[in-house]
């Protein structure tokens, strides 16, 4: 973990320095891989319906929109942890993360979101729908 991290930290250092970024961008193979560690929290920032007809597993859904977002991200994330965070496209989970990160969160946003997720084949889980 430590090592994982670590790479992370040098990445986030690289993004910064070159394209005013404070956060981490993965293809779908990457954030797959990264979602597997169960250390690592899953973020989807859609709306409650978007969330409802498909999510990554084990996905926390706190809505970007809403005008508490930030105090709900803060009153629910952990700050020591990788916050694997996604949106349906990619461009509210990277506005998102580039409000966290300021707050000491380490963030990766899945690049293309879920839609790339699922043309890629990744599993979705269908909150209540049976």
Known sequence: MNRLLTCLLAVLGLNTACGQQNFENADVQGFAELVKDTNVVVLDVRTADEFAEGHIER???????????????KATLPTGKTIAIYCRSGRRSANAASMLAPEGYVLVNLKGGIIDWQNAGMPVVKAGKD
């Open 59 to 73: 996905a926390v859904n706190i809505d970007y929109k809403k005008d508490d977002f930030m105090d709900r991200a």
